[in-house]
């Protein structure tokens, strides 16, 4: 006789760490490795994502406002192409040109003169000065005061006055009888709504000498000679005339920002197009281009949080000089803390003093950054770095395609801002991971303490069991674990082999009850352990049939026999209910509930129902001339919402419910004979023509009465 599996054990295996050690030692090592590896795998992925979605949110930032600047700018050549194309404009031009010459020709008058030289010494020239700070040491305030007669004359009337340049703009007429304060009569509202209209800063005249004409603002370049006099070496002076060397009509010049002293030191940049009249060029037309609508562009209206930018990004623009042309975000939010930053950084004293004073950066703030370097070299892309003022940012960068400017444009935000994210799924892993590290070490010495103590136990329990005995009480014991437990599972598995095989074809056969009282979709979710099954539909068919006459069919047949009669009917109506899509949902001894577009939406639910019932009439027919009794079908539908589900607890059915269902049994119930009755909620979806409808009364419903139609298929379908 054999030893029994359980009685053998190596003197080896005695000598072996106990499978409680074994076992916690397994644990923790397999928990703490794949913890690692997680953690490991997780950080480095989820660290990549989220710079690359910090990364993303910056150039979709820089990407947005660089359209946006190019559209800004397209706007702006459009406008102007458009105004110098005018009729109104090409007049004023050459009236303007014509009167000057008329007023140059004539002596100023003297008076005037000398108010034009006192407002230059006494207002202009400290002004200018003022504005100009530091670098008013490098301008002659009085070489801009005008010396042409004309210049002279028109400054005296329209520019100086106590209200400045904007009781200036607001001047259509000097009164003074001249052929020039004529036409500035007739053009200047227009070129005044365009300057309100457009936010332009001015708007100039210049004649094809190069002398300025007119000017919306009447500041102190009206008048003035770009060919010849000191705004010749403006950067008004040089657009004009490469706009004229050029030669070009319909296009526009652009030039860079730069100081203009006519604007008291503000940085000044130009758009210049040519007025020509025919082939003939009479003259340019010149907008000083608005700072305010391109610091709006750049700022998004001063709404740096919602336009992504969070709580420190910001955009800008940078120009070849490495100079800002449009400001500062801390310089608007926060003017100082934005002092005491540039200034550690290097920036000059008086250059953040003006900032300050004038409330931007433009030409005043030095970018000289890596991202700058990069998109002047003409590259686009991000870079990770110090920003211009040394704080670390991501900041992506691009050149701006605008004809004749240089021009990069940067998005940035700070490094801490947009890897906070990250910095915070770091200390997420590291925190879990040895929160995890450690409820596994706990968890394991538990499970392992577990586990092992009752392993003797099964052991015993399985083979006691395998034989057949019932109430077992399984005794603590010590020896070699894993060859007992191997012993008992073994012969414990023999025996639930055949249980289970058993078992799952009960399962099998259960499902198969499930699926032929309910629809497929319904027994899936029961099986899955749901009871409280419920689903709404709308737009679904309900047909009610009972069938006439086999009451009396059934008296004169045993039971048996009868229930064989009905079934046959009944195979043959879900053979028919299948073919048409409907769903058989319970029948009674008489009765057949079924629905159309229940469990598979349908379109055309309710012409398949009255298909089946027109069809039903004609298998109850076959069955009375085979059986030689007298059977008819009494139908009721109607469409409508209807819930179905499951209804009961120990004896669970599938059932339908809800106004349609009670109307379509209504329906049949009130009808005065056999037929299919159809409330006007179904003949409405049915094909026109396709029926013959007879009117059968009237039901009332929550809703009002429905009438209540007799439906027979038309004659033209009965021949066919």
């Not at 070009?248 to 007025?275: E, H, Q």
């Not at 469990?599 to 059986?627: C, G, I, T």
Request: aromatic content about 6%; hydrophobic content about 45%.
């Amino acid at each position: 006789m054999s030893e029994p599996i359980s009685a053998v054990r190596s003197p080896r295996a005695r000598r072996l760490a106990s499978i409680q050690t074994q076992l916690l030692l397994i644990l923790l090592l397999v928990s703490v490795a794949v913890t690692v590896v997680t953690g490991v795998l997780g950080y480095r992925n989820g660290t990549e994502s989220l710079s690359h979605a910090a990364q993303e949110r910056v150039v979709e930032v820089r990407d947005s406002r660089a359209r946006e600047i190019e559209r800004l700018y397209t706007t702006i050549e459009n406008q102007l192409v458009v105004a110098a194309q005018g009729s109104g404009v090409i007049e004023a031009v050459t009236g303007f040109s014509a009167a000057f010459e008329e007023l140059d020709a004539t002596a100023a008058d003297p008076v005037e003169a000398k108010l034009v030289a006192d407002w230059y010494r006494d207002v202009w020239g400290p002004r200018l000065i003022e504005g100009m700070g530091e670098r008013a040491g490098e301008v002659d305030a009085a070489s801009f005061a005008p010396s042409g007669n004309a210049a002279v004359t028109l400054q005296a009337r329209y520019t100086i006055g106590p209200g400045g340049f904007d009781e200036a703009i607001e001047r259509d007429d000097a009164g003074d009888g001249s052929a020039w304060s004529a036409v500035h009569a007739g053009i200047h509202p227009y070129f005044r709504a365009m300057v309100e209209h457009f936010d332009y800063e001015d708007v100039l005249l210049i004649d094809p000498d190069g002398r300025v004409v007119y000017t919306a603002y009447k500041g102190a370049d009206f008048g003035a000679d770009l060919f010849e006099g000191p705004l010749r070496l403006t950067n008004l002076g040089e657009t004009v005339r490469e706009a004229m060397r050029k030669g070009i009509a319909g296009a526009v010049t652009f030039s860079d920002f730069a100081d203009y002293a006519p604007s008291l030191g503000t940085p000044a940049g130009w758009a210049v197009t040519l007025i020509r009249d025919g082939e003939r060029t009479i003259g340019a037309l010149a907008a000083e281009l608005p700072i305010e609508r391109i610091e709006e562009v750049m700022t998004g209206n001063r709404d740096w949080a919602d336009s992504g930018l969070g709580a420190t990004g910001e955009t800008y623009l940078v120009g070849p000089d490495r100079l800002m042309r449009s400001p500062a975000r801390g310089l608007l939010e926060d003017p100082q803390s934005f002092t005491a930053a540039a200034t550690s950084f290097g920036t000059p004293a008086e250059d953040v003093a003006r900032m300050v004073q004038t409330g931007s950066t433009l030409l005043l703030q030095k970018v000289e950054t890596e991202a700058v370097e990069q998109a002047l070299a003409g590259h686009r892309g991000t870079v990770v770095g110090p920003g211009f003022l040394g704080r670390k940012t991501i900041a992506a960068h691009a050149p701006v395609t605008v004809e004749g400017l240089h021009w990069v444009i940067v998005a940035e935000v700070a490094q801490s801002e947009a890897f906070a994210p990250v910095d915070r799924f770091t200390s997420g892993i590291l925190v879990s991971s040895a929160v995890i590290v450690l409820l596994v070490s706990v968890a394991s010495l538990i499970i392992a303490r577990l586990v092992v103590r009752p392993l003797r136990r099964l052991r015993e329990a399985a083979h006691r069991i395998a034989a057949g005995e019932t109430g077992v009480v399984v005794d603590i014991g010590v020896s070699d674990e894993l060859a007992d437990l191997a012993a008992g599972f073994n012969e414990m598995s023999r025996s639930l082999q055949v249980k289970a095989e058993l078992l799952e074809a009960q399962r099998e056969e259960n499902q198969r009850l499930l699926r032929s009282v309910m629809p497929d979709r319904i027994a899936e979710v029961y099986r899955l352990g749901s009871g409280d099954v419920v689903q709404d539909h709308n737009e679904v068919t309900v047909l009610y049939a009972d069938v006439v006459g086999f009451e009396d069919i059934a008296a004169e047949l045993t039971s048996p026999q009868a229930l064989a009669a009905f079934n046959e009917i009944l195979t043959a109506l879900d053979e028919l209910a299948e073919r048409l899509g409907l769903e058989h949902v319970r029948t009674t001894r008489s009765g057949y509930l079924a629905g159309c577009g229940v469990v598979v939406p349908r379109v055309d639910n309710a012409r398949r129902a009255v298909d089946f019932a027109l069809e039903a009439q004609a298998v109850l027919a076959r069955f009375s001339v085979l059986h030689h009794r007298p059977l008819a079908l009494r139908v009721g539908l109607d469409t409508g919402t209807v819930t179905s589900g499951l209804v009961g607890r120990s004896h669970v059915a599938y059932d339908l419910w809800g106004d349609a269902v009670s109307l379509a049994f209504r329906v049949q119930g009130d009808a005065a004979g056999p037929g299919v009755y159809a409330t006007d909620r179904v003949v409405q979806r049915l094909p026109a023509g396709s029926y013959d409808l007879e009117e059968a009364g009237r039901v009332e419903t929550a809703s009002g009465d429905q009438r209540v139609w007799l439906v027979r298929r038309t004659e033209s379908v009965v021949a066919s």
